[in-house]
């Protein structure tokens, strides 16, 4: 009788300034599933409406299901008003988050300005 192994998995998020990409890897690091937002975009709409969030969350989600992973690793990275939602559909669904990371940089002062040129 074979027993079915609960796996660990890691959830990489990139919020770009247009687009929502999600990256699904094991603890070794190698890539199991990616999906991105404007995969699921339709005419005349914007990719980063919660609607189209939404569903690419639930294509995410049932794609985890499918291969019994059952505990999750969060890493977040990028600034968008969505976060808070993605966080929120990842919690209803019936997986453990074991860790949650916000990855994103911020600027500290920036690069120095350029001195102007005298004639």
């Not at 074979?2 to 919020?15: D, H, M, P």
């Not at 690091?29 to 919660?50: D, R």
């Not at 499918?66 to 808070?84: D, M, P, W």
């Amino acid at each position: 009788m074979q027993l079915k192994i609960k796996k660990t998995a890691i959830v990489f998020i990139l919020f770009t300034t247009n687009n929502v990409i999600y990256l699904l890897t094991d603890l070794k690091g190698n890539v199991l599933f990616n999906i991105s937002v404007g995969s699921f975009k339709s005419l005349n709409l914007k990719k980063t409406t919660p609607s189209l969030i939404c569903s690419s969350m639930i294509y995410l989600i049932r794609y985890i299901c499918e291969n019994n992973l059952l505990f999750l690793h969060i890493k977040i990275k990028g600034l968008s008003k969505s976060k808070r939602l993605i966080v929120k559909t990842l919690q209803q669904s019936n997986l453990k988050i074991l860790s949650l990371q916000d990855l994103t940089s911020f600027p500290h002062n920036g690069c120095r300005k350029k001195s102007k040129r005298y004639i």
